[in-house]
């Protein structure tokens, strides 16, 4: 029963049905059905795409102290996304550096990506060192901080980014689109 009521708030929170899934999750709290982490995951999910940071903050402390379900990194990387999606992106490296289980590189490219879009030069090199440690071949975590640097005026760091890119034999794949004509 578990399975069910998760893939339906998994697939509200996927399609943008944030206040849905979460109707979701207290028509199964009154069902009286136990959630799991992978509930757990789709209801931190549906709060991140939907930038509600203090429901997620709220629902990840449930999940230990109502339920007893440990956080893995995935449901981490969830509350940092939806704390930095919501411009709190301090709260989100504050996170980061608590988590009792090994940082992603989902975790760190949420706040890196806020960070673009909040103009956070600060935490973005942070999270961008991390990432260069964990996924070293990753071109997106370059380009993304080379545009940083680039929209705060900092040009020369942006062409470093590049070269070190280029340094390492770090490619960014080209940019492709798909057209799809009907009759």
Known sequence: LVVAWS????????????RTA???????????????GITFLGVL??????????????????MR??????????HYSCLVDA????G?????????REMPVKVTAKAWGALLGACRTYGELELAEIAGKALSEIEPDNPANYVLLARIYASQGRHEEAERMRSEMKEKGVKAAPGSSWIVYQD
């Open 45 to 62: 999910k549906a709060c991140s795409h939907a930038g509600l940071a203090d429901e997620a903050m709220d629902y990840f402390a449930r």
């Open 22 to 36: 979460l109707e979701m999750f207290q028509q199964m709290e009154l069902a009286k059905v136990q959630p799991d």
């Open 65 to 74: 102290t109502d339920y007893g379900v440990e956080a893995s990194s995935d």
């Open 88 to 96: 709190r992106l301090y709260e989100a490296y504050q996170v980061i």
């Open 83 to 86: 704390l930095s999606r919501a």
């Open 7 to 18: 893939s339906i708030i998994s697939a509200y929170a996927l399609h943008g049905k944030a």
